[in-house]
């Protein structure tokens, strides 16, 4: 679909004017929504690539799609020349998972993940009209950029990916850095901790688990599920992306233009105590089957939240209980 003249150049009016990238995507769609609802305009651009099925993410749009004050551009970031004149980009689209990204599919990482990425901090740093209006671009970066360090992960801290994933998501990091060095684009990168709750991709595990325990077939850990993960709600994730890009800085100046903040959930579990939670939340007991550790998978994920909550002001809402119990309940509820 070609962008329309309109939506290219933004037109004059005093709503705030959002551009979310993977706007079709689990997290991209529910920040739309919220957008939205809080009286922005939103621009999505999406491509939905095959990483899943394209029906879901219709269903995740499918009320923005209804929206007086939304527009969809289904294209390829990479493929673009031109990108839409607003106030905040909310860069979301990617190649998401960790295991898909070995061998050739790297590929798929590098395009989605990094040249996508760079191809709109060039334009926002340097289009003459998109530039100036610009107040602010997040970037949705990810946990995976650190690899299996010293607990808990704080953003000063040495990083080293232990995936192909993550090796991409940090790129992409650089890039927002450099941009903002280079050119003064106004971004801020957001290292969200395993992000769950209504609308989750299929191939995650929570989605996966309590589908399988719902239906009674056996779920698979990988490993010996001692490995932890700090699992943070949607809400809280989308809460972020808000709090990036408006929340005024405590110290009255955008301080935080170029940096990077963990988003963490502050729900640390195992992946066993997870499957008990998962159990508590749909009153069904699981059927467990163990294999091996999948390459790439870091042995624990935990956020020092303190940066967040001093540069942002934001910090998570949502307990993994209450969070598993939303979940369940909106699956129950037919999705
Ligand atoms: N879900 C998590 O737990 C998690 C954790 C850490 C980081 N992240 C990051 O958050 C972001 C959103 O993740 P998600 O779970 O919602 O993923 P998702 O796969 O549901 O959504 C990503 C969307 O981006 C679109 N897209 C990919 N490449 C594109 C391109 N070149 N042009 C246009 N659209 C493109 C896809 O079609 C998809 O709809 C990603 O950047 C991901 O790396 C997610």
Known sequence: MEASKKEIEGDSDNVPKALVTGCAGFIGSTLTDRLLADGFEVIGIDRFSDYYARELKEQNLAAAMQHPRFT???????????????????????????RASWGRSFDIYTRDNIQATQRLLDFYATDATASPRLKRFVYSSSSSVYGDIELPMREDRMVQPVSPYGVSKLA??????????NF?????SLRYFTVYGPRQRPDMGINKFVRAI?????????GDGTQTRDFTYID???????????AAPLSGKPAYLGETFNIGGGNRI???DLIAAIEGATGKTARIEYADEQKGDVQDTWAAAAKAEQGLGWS???????????????????L
Not at 72 to 98: C, K, N, R, T
Not at 236 to 246: G, H, P, Q, S, T
Not at 316 to 327: D, T
Request: charged share 25%.
């Open 214 to 222: 719902q239906k009674g077939d056996p779920i698979t850990i990988y």
């Open 184 to 188: 003064c684009v106004p971004t801020v």
């Open 236 to 246: 809280d994730a989308v809460e972020a992306n808000v709090a990036a890009a408006l």
């Open 270 to 272: 195992s992946v066993r």
């Open 172 to 181: 992409a990091e650089h890039l927002c850095y450099l941009y903002r060095k």
């Open 72 to 98: 969809l551009i289904e294209e390829d970031i990479v493929e673009m020349d031109a990108f839409p004149v607003v106030d905040y980009v909310f860069h979301l689209a990617a190649q998401a998972g960790v």
């Open 316 to 334: 998570a809402k949502v307990r993994i209980h209450e969070g598993l119990r939303r979940y369940v309940a909106w699956i129950d509820g037919g």
